[in-house]
């Protein structure tokens, strides 16, 4: 079975430019631990833990940087193949489906969907469009997804910067089977002093 679809998608240096497995991160480094993933602070970054209402239980992380949000959400992948081709197709139906566009073009981490997404805002209920970039990396046993948006989705800096965030994060696996395609759990990190 070796179609195109089961194709992991990832830059060529991933490994090495991230995001990278928890395998291959430098362990000196101080990430704030959110469990399924490790984030590296930085000047200037907002952190936001999004919950599930009924479950309580973490589904995101929000990252607020230069003028932009970054939602990732790491997910348990096969060994030999990959997720970011069929969830792309399952994103792009879904945009669709409130009515929205999308296109999909080579970025900096691959293939990736620039969407534009209708939103109602406002106490007078106008009708909008908010642009939204989805970008996802395919690694050894993991998938991450994310969500740009803000000044990110037009602003060649400001993506750079948001870019970087993404491939700075640390995908923490672990050794628990899976079924694919199950969010990595996420975890509330330990206020600092704690051990």
Known sequence: ???DTTNKTAPADRATSGPFDESEANPVRPYIDLGG???LPREGLNLRLEVEEQTKRIVAVGLDYAGSTLQVQPFAAPRSTGLWEETREQIRAQVRQQGGRVE???????PEL????PVT??????AGKRLARFVGVDGPRWFL?????????SDVAAADQIEDLFRSI??????????PRDLIPLKMPASPGSA
């Open 121 to 126: 805002a406002g106490a007078d209920s106008t």
């Open 37 to 39: 993933i490790k984030i």
């Open 1 to 3: 079975m070796s179609e």
């Open 170 to 179: 640390v995908v923490v696996r672990g050794g628990t089977p899976m079924p």
């Open 114 to 117: 620039l969407a534009e997404v």
């Open 145 to 153: 997804r994310g969500v740009i948006g803000g000044a990110a989705t």
């Open 104 to 110: 999909e073009r080579e970025g900096p981490l691959g």
